[in-house]
């Protein structure tokens, strides 16, 4: 396992070694800008067919819209709802082989209740009964059994209070019980593709940003000369003469150093920043809020709530439990030309939040209750339709006049097809020699049988952030003991787990620890008693060097 964990590592090392080497003139088959869901998906794509990759981003991994999600792996519902049968068993497969094939350690069964209040008309009723049967059939038709995500099911009043307690009795008719896939964390799926695409080869390279794009005339390995810090001699690492490499201006931000990185095809995955290199693409982006809330306003249930919007066809509010004693509760589709690195949710959304899932509590939630709160983009593909929240979730494959392949849409669900139709589409437009797309049967790092994972020597939240890496988490506390306390008194993370994350997951500062391999920074009060822990793991870096 230890040679496993070497090559899927991140490390700064790393980093400074594969960047010198593509500045220095190397040629890759293809070069990945974006590091989020669909971005990282791509590295592993082509990385696992064989093809030589390299990923900018710059910032962080999962910076963007990726670590904003609900998180959730869902089977598709929702499209089933606007007659979109073809998206809704796309995610339903994808469910599937997240669920059982890539990433069980990642993603677990999660129970919904819809509870009938009476605000829910028996119409109403009976039609989001009769699409939960439609979402079943999904079920059974991709083959994820009953025994993983369990049919619905109507409860009784006292069994619907039985498994959410907060909720309000009276008028209570009962409930609708359904079964939908949960992410421990999509900010940690994003890491985790990273590094088994890494363990493919894959360069990954955050704080790497973009500046420019440009094609050189001819072709073959040694067409163009193009400027920037490199020797000025053009290294093929990849198979197939196709069209010139194309060259991307780039700034290494940790040094301020410019380079020129050249590749066989890119890969545009930036999301909402998109038209920066694919002018040609128009996108109705829109904010998606959710509050962070203690679990025990909800009486501490391990099971989410479904609450229709009032007024909105189609659209629920959602409650979910994140098992470490916080609950999300989202989500809003708010149309926005305002494309900001960290979205701010506005009063209204907060507001109506609140009021909607108050609406069937016994005690209501106020402002006084929020512990935090975040918001996201979608980068939404523009349409007819006159509401971001009708437009599609589709994805599409856009290749502009400068070579530059675009991915964009799709939902976090989808990623691996949206990866595997932008790496086809590469590989076609430069005719790269590549061999057929494996992440559909590929374990993601630290994948494995529910049963195995069942038997992992770890504590149990371990295995659910690492799976079967969790021991070698616990192993960086053997000869100190200190790293296995928690970060800050009421979080569970441990020391440990920002070491790790120094050591092998390619965090670079105190962001990268406490925003996206972590979460500790969702609760701003959190955030700051663990500075200090996230400090001292970075220094443990330079004294324990791999």
Same mark, same amino acid.
């Given at each position: 396992?230890?040679?496993?964990?070497?090559?899927?590592?991140?490390?700064?090392?790393?980093?400074?070694?594969?960047?010198?080497?593509?500045?220095?003139?190397?040629?890759?088959?293809?070069?990945?800008?974006?590091?989020?869901?669909?971005?990282?998906?791509?590295?592993?794509?082509?990385?696992?067919?064989?093809?030589?990759?390299?990923?900018?981003?710059?910032?962080?991994?999962?910076?963007?819209?990726?670590?904003?999600?609900?998180?959730?792996?869902?089977?598709?519902?929702?499209?089933?709802?606007?007659?979109?049968? #073809?998206?809704?068993?796309?995610?339903?497969?994808?469910?599937?082989?997240?669920? @059982?094939?890539?990433?069980?350690?990642?993603?677990?069964?999660?129970?919904?209740?819809?509870?009938?209040?009476?605000?829910?008309?028996?119409?109403?009723?009976?039609?989001?009964?009769?699409?939960?049967?439609?979402?079943?059939?999904?079920?059974?038709?991709?083959?994820?059994?009953?025994?993983?995500?369990?049919?619905?099911?109507?409860?009784?009043?006292?069994?619907?209070?039985?498994?959410?307690?907060?909720?309000?009795?009276?008028?209570?008719?009962?409930?609708?019980?359904?079964?939908?896939?949960?992410?421990?964390?999509?900010?940690?799926?994003?890491?985790?593709?990273?590094?088994?695409?890494?363990?493919?080869?894959?360069?990954?390279?955050?704080?790497?940003?973009?500046?420019?794009? #440009?094609?050189?005339?001819?072709?073959?390995?040694?067409?163009?000369?193009?400027?920037?810090?490199?020797?000025?001699?053009?290294?093929?690492?990849?198979?197939?003469?196709?069209?010139?490499?194309?060259?991307?201006?780039?700034?290494?931000?940790?040094?301020? @150093?410019?380079?020129?990185?050249?590749?066989?095809?890119?890969?545009?995955?930036?999301?909402?920043?998109?038209?920066?290199?694919?002018?040609?693409?128009?996108?109705?982006?829109?904010?998606?809020?959710?509050?962070?809330?203690?679990?025990?306003?909800?009486?501490?249930?391990?099971?989410?709530?479904?609450?229709?919007?009032?007024?909105?066809?189609?659209?629920?509010?959602?409650?979910?439990?994140?098992?470490?004693?916080?609950?999300?509760?989202?989500?809003?589709?708010?149309?926005?030309?305002?494309?900001?690195?960290?979205?701010?949710?506005?009063?209204?959304?907060?507001?109506?939040?609140?009021?909607?899932?108050?609406?069937?509590?016994?005690?209501?939630?106020?402002?006084?209750?929020?512990?935090?709160?975040?918001?996201?983009?979608?980068?939404?593909?523009?349409?007819?339709?006159?509401?971001?929240?009708?437009?599609?979730?589709?994805?599409?494959?856009?290749?502009?006049?400068?070579?530059?392949?675009?991915?964009?849409?799709?939902?976090?669900?989808?990623?691996?097809?949206?990866?595997?139709?932008?790496?086809?589409?590469?590989?076609?437009?430069?005719?790269?020699?590549?061999?057929?797309?494996?992440?559909?049967?590929?374990?993601?790092?630290?994948?494995?049988?529910?049963?195995?994972?069942?038997?992992?020597?770890?504590?149990?939240?371990?295995?659910?952030?690492?799976?079967?890496?969790?021991?070698?988490?616990?192993?960086?506390?053997?000869?100190?003991?200190?790293?296995?306390?928690?970060?800050?008194?009421?979080?569970?993370?441990?020391?440990?787990?920002?070491?790790?994350?120094?050591?092998?997951?390619?965090?670079?500062?105190?962001?990268?620890?406490?925003?996206?391999?972590?979460?500790?920074?969702?609760?701003?009060?959190?955030?700051?008693?663990?500075?200090?822990?996230? #400090?001292?793991?970075?220094?443990? #870096?330079?004294?324990?060097?791999?």
């Amino acid at each position: 396992m230890t040679g496993h964990l070497e090559r899927a590592s991140l490390t700064a090392e790393r980093r400074t070694r594969e960047l010198a080497e593509l500045a220095g003139g190397e040629v890759v088959d293809l070069l990945v800008v974006g590091g989020g869901v669909t971005g990282v998906g791509v590295a592993l794509d082509a990385a696992s067919r064989g093809l030589s990759v390299a990923l900018v981003e710059a910032r962080d991994l999962a910076f963007g819209t990726s670590r904003w999600s609900s998180k959730l792996v869902h089977g598709g519902l929702r499209y089933l709802a606007s007659g979109d049968l #073809r998206l809704a068993r796309e995610s339903a497969a994808e469910r599937e082989i997240l669920m @059982r094939r890539t990433a069980p350690h990642l993603v677990h069964p999660l129970p919904i209740v819809l509870p009938l209040t009476p605000d829910v008309p028996a119409t109403s009723a009976l039609v989001t009964r009769a699409g939960l049967g439609f979402g079943d059939l999904l079920r059974r038709g991709v083959r994820t059994p009953s025994t993983v995500l369990p049919p619905p099911r109507r409860l009784s009043a006292v069994e619907t209070l039985g498994m959410v307690p907060g909720l309000r009795e009276a008028g209570l008719r009962g409930g609708l019980l359904y079964w939908d896939g949960q992410l421990v964390d999509d900010a940690r799926l994003v890491v985790t593709i990273a590094r088994t695409a890494a363990a493919f080869g894959a360069r990954i390279l955050t704080r790497v940003r973009v500046l420019a794009v #440009r094609h050189d005339a001819g072709t073959g390995p040694d067409a163009g000369t193009g400027t920037g810090t490199g020797t000025g001699t053009d290294v093929y690492s990849g198979g197939g003469l196709g069209p010139a490499p194309i060259t991307v201006q780039a700034l290494d931000t940790l040094t301020g @150093r410019h380079c020129r990185l050249r590749a066989r095809a890119v890969v545009n995955a930036t999301g909402v920043w998109a038209p920066g290199l694919a002018p040609e693409i128009r996108l109705r982006p829109s904010r998606g809020t959710h509050l962070v809330l203690p679990a025990a306003v909800f009486g501490g249930t391990p099971t989410a709530l479904s609450v229709p919007i009032p007024g909105e066809r189609n659209r629920y509010a959602l409650v979910l439990p994140q098992g470490d004693g916080r609950v999300y509760v989202g989500l809003t589709d708010v149309p926005t030309d305002e494309v900001t690195e960290q979205p701010v949710p506005d009063h209204q959304e907060i507001t109506q939040l609140l009021n909607v899932v108050s609406g069937v509590l016994a005690t209501p939630v106020d402002r006084a209750d929020l512990l935090g709160v975040f918001a996201g983009l979608r980068p939404l593909l523009d349409g007819p339709d006159g509401r971001t929240a009708d437009l599609s979730r589709r994805h599409t494959v856009h290749v502009g006049s400068n070579r530059v392949i675009t991915i964009v849409g799709g939902k976090l669900t989808t990623y691996r097809r949206m990866a595997e139709d932008a790496v086809d589409a590469a590989v076609a437009q430069a005719s790269l020699d590549a061999g057929p797309c494996r992440t559909g049967r590929l374990p993601l790092v630290g994948a494995a049988s529910r049963r195995t994972l069942a038997t992992v020597p770890a504590p149990r939240r371990l295995v659910a952030r690492y799976g079967t890496q969790a021991p070698a988490v616990l192993e960086l506390a053997r000869h100190d003991p200190r790293l296995l306390e928690p970060v800050t008194a009421g979080v569970d993370v441990t020391r440990a787990e920002l070491v790790f994350a120094v050591l092998h997951e390619g965090a670079l500062d105190e962001g990268d620890l406490l925003d996206r391999r972590t979460r500790i920074g969702l609760v701003p009060a959190d955030r700051a008693a663990a500075l200090d822990a996230a #400090r001292d793991a970075l220094s443990y #870096r330079a004294a324990h060097t791999l």
